[in-house]
């Protein structure tokens, strides 16, 4: 029998890790809440035709599709398979798929129940998604997303609360060196207007995204390629230079581009950045970048990304403002925006800081050493006292070797052992070891007394 | 454009389905851990090879198969293909399957962790398995399991332990008429040592498993296609007939058997019912149930099922001891007892019971009403001492029509509204609303006493 094993990409979550996930999964989900955003799950598997053509050519071959359950080969596309043409084939044999992210099921979702939804809606959705991306560090094929989407509403108000909530869960997540990049699609477009290249937007975003890792003659040699002219090139670069105070800043746009659709971009960032002043931040910065354009297509307004400075990590969070996410699915005219947070990057950078809380873990709080079949029963009993005022408790099963049971203890990082072997009993007490100090202590009426002094050592 | 839709068998989850499935998940969690169980989360994607072989010939063929990605084609196995042998071809195209149950990748897991789990290993699991079922009612594609299983223990402290769970649970969601039903694999070996078939025992305990359905005379019909006699089956009329205490009908199995094995399992079913009894059960009653059978066949020794009298239900949890689990990954001889909870089945009782408690709900407590920009100032900022405090709180973000912002807040069941005209703002006040009652207080120096004041009217 071969030795089994994971599939490239995948990871097993034990206690350990699993308490620091839910750790991070809880904060997010207490902040999204505290904002008016409620849960919703969606089916890890879509119809096929749910998900193809929404995340362009390079997406569409990231999916996992499900192979139909059965004979799929009677109703298969018998001549694309002779002709070796997989992709067409594979639509006569599939017709489901894994989800490749949280926004276009959300979307799904509010068109298919758009008669019931309360708007502006607004969910928040922390669930896995699947890509066939090639594996490697910190590259999964199977990853938790945690989005929070506000459907139904224009306003700059849900603007300002998701920068409130980046702010909120990071500081509460205890991260230092936080900043909020934001900027405005409308401001690209107006630079892309300037310069006359305004049908070659995408190209354009395309190729700035691409800045934080190749430089500006990166860019440069991008745009190049992708058929910009020098004087169009060198238009962006100024663009690109621009420096200053946020201020400064959208000036030199209102005064330079000399677009109506950059104006109207300056016009929501200072809009955003007042009303997030309204209360101020608790510790990220908030920060202008006109650099910043974000891949996705469908962003339309206010756009987002979150990096934690000295991280040597590139964004842990994005989002932005899309005003036709709907559209898809053929309901125009629906705007929205919405946030997602890196939980594994989150994670990676918490646990390179040790800032998980000690008392994350989830464990047994208190065990029974197991001596034989007559005091294991004495155990029971009181072990049922505990559990019932909330004790995390076991009796060990068997009456193994002392150093067995103890190592196990260690093993589990149980905080306190309680001993109860027949002299003890017959006494009326049992003993209770403090697992850190190794201190011992009697406790006579254990079933009075007991519950007390654990509660008291796991406090301290 | 097509209409979106849901794969047939699958289900959206909204805000109050996510409610109650967090109760019940909750509650379940919570009595897990109190018994030092600790989580564990598999992939949803399994090697192919790990799972094929070991549900059964019936339960291979509704495994989920993920197609392989990219030119899936060139690889595949082009014989079998051409002799439409759907079977046989879909190993060629297909490394990687949905898990189908819990059980089989807590077993993997086991094999590939096993120089560093401290045994016996305590662990729970609730996560979604898929199967490619026919759907109908109550049965789904993709449906949550909630499983906890100890392995690498003898003991039948876990077993008694695993009952004290199954009532805990149960019991703290408030249903009522539980009877956990006990049996046990070995006496059932007994039975078939005694009809002198030995070698027959999946045929048997297939045949009375369906004793539910089928009544008597299905069993006898089933053990006659299945080969056995007359004289055979009138042993086994004979067997499902007892009836009595649980003291008469052990009895019975130790006279009337005359097998070791099945006085073994008299044995094991007594020490199980004499550890429960040493804190006995809340609520549920314990059965011995000698029609039990459980078909799945890697079960050895104790077994389990829970019903709710009344619910006109099949049973809602089930499990038993398997003495070999990992055997199936080349690690012989680790014994193990495991439970699951059927939450689909549970959600249902509990709906049409209406034991969901009616603060489950998750959902904003606060709107304030937003009536036009200045006004939107003020509320943001007094928003935030709310959700500072913990309360969930939202600023309605448009200065729309008082009805339409009054619906939205009836919608999402939220308690409490603020109105915060310039009127209010100008003498330092708010006005307070009680959703409930449409009773409105006006609350002065909100920055201070807006919190406490909503918090009493949440407490009503």
Redesign the interface.
Known sequence: ???????KG??????AD??KR?YIFGTIKTVF????F??????????L??LTGKYGEEGD??I????N??????KSDKEA?AA???KK??FS????A?RYDLTVPFA??V???RSEI???F??YQIQ?V?R?DRPGKGRY??FYQCDAD?VG???L??E??LV?IFDEVLDSLKLDGVVIKLNNRKILSGLAQWIGKEDDLTNLTISIDKLDKVGVEGVEKELTNRGFTEAEIDKVKKFLSVNGSIEDKLNWISESLNSEEAKKGVEEVREIIE?VN??GLRAAELELDLTLARGLNYYTGAIFEVIVKDSGMGSICGGGRYDDLTG???WQGVSGVGISFGAERIMDIMNERELFPSDTA???QV?FVNFGAEE??YC??LA?EL?DK??????Y??AAKMKKQM??AN??NISCVVMAGSNEIAIGEVRLKNMKTSQEYPISSPFINLAGSINQLLAE
């Open positions: 029998m071969s030795k089994p094993s994971l599939p995948t990871r097993d979550f034990g206690p699993m308490a839910n809440e505290k904002y008016g409620m849960p919703l799950e969606t089916p890890a598997m879509e119809s035709q749910t071959q990231l996992f599709k499900l192979l359950n059965g004979d799929f080969l009677a398979i070796g043409d997989s084939a594979s044999i599939s017709k489901k894994l799904r979702f068109v298919m129940n309360a708007m502006p607004k969910r896995p699947w066939g094929q199977e506000v509403s224009d306003s108000l849900n300002a609360d409130r009303k309204l209360t898809i699915f053929g989830i464990t047994t065990m294991e029963k029971v009993k049922a559990r909330g004790i995390k408790t076991e009796v099963p068997e190592t196990y093993a589990k």
